[in-house]
């Protein structure tokens, strides 16, 4: 899996948007960019993915650059629950790969 | 959504002792299973690789006479930390995943304290 670079940590205040950046510049053509955050002694949660267009859901929107070398999640508008740890991962589409977690952004929502 | 169960959440237990761990995936077969261990101020580090009916895969450094893992099901897998130590108190997540283009989904996690 290509390697995914993120900052360590962000604020955000509440009721912003979150744009939280991650670089993968050396994505392969098939591999997909997940997100998965990580509150304070829980498992990950699964956010989003995407290949190469842009998507959305309920929780957040992904928007991944032409040249798929980075992308952005992002909370369009972030609560106090959202402060968590972000993790963008690119991985192949396949069920017996594994997620490799980095070091991931530490988000922290103030008030 | 998909759901995986595990427990227990915490668990406290004597140096000596063997601890067993419950994974389950509540609303989906899970073709496969993962075992992650997490300590503190760290990242998820991937401990074994569980396909149901076959013997689990670990990663380097991972005792596999140890860390018992079973997968009997395609919903239940289950690691047991053998004669636990002070040093194996972590965090330890299960994770599933099914069929087709589903991402993989994690158990809350359960909390480990050997004395």
């Known amino acids: 899996d290509a390697k995914t670079t993120q900052p360590t940590s962000m604020d955000c205040a509440e009721g912003r948007a979150a744009n939280l950046p991650c670089n993968h510049s050396t994505i392969s053509g098939n591999e997909y960019v997940y997100w998965y955050r990580q509150i304070h002694s829980q498992g990950p949660q699964y956010i989003i993915h995407?290949?190469?267009n842009n998507e959305t859901n309920e929780m957040a929107s992904l928007i991944i650059t032409e040249d798929r070398k980075s992308s952005t999640l992002i909370l369009p508008h972030a609560t106090l629950r959202d402060t968590a740890v972000y993790y963008c991962i690119a991985r192949f589409m396949d069920a017996g790969n594994m997620l490799t977690f980095g070091g991931g952004t530490r988000l922290m929502v103030k008030p | 959504g998909a759901v995986v169960s595990q427990h227990p959440s915490w668990v406290i237990c004597k140096s000596g002792t063997s601890v067993k761990i419950e994974c389950r995936s509540l609303?989906?077969?899970?073709?496969?299973m993962f075992w992650y261990r997490q300590f503190p101020k760290q990242s998820l580090m991937l401990m074994a690789t569980?396909?149901?009916?076959?013997?689990?895969?670990?990663e380097q450094g991972v005792e596999k006479d140890k860390f018992l893992i079973n997968h009997a099901s395609l919903t239940l897998s289950t690691l047991t930390v053998t004669s636990a130590h002070p040093e194996d108190s972590s965090f330890y997540i299960c994770?599933?995943?099914?069929?087709?283009?589903?991402?993989?989904?994690f158990g809350d996690g359960t909390r480990l304290s050997i004395l």
């Open positions: 569980s396909n149901e009916g076959s013997k689990a895969t670990y």
């Open positions: 995407g290949l190469k």
């Open positions: 994770s599933a995943i099914g069929a087709g283009n589903q991402p993989q989904h």
């Open positions: 609303d989906f077969q899970a073709t496969t």
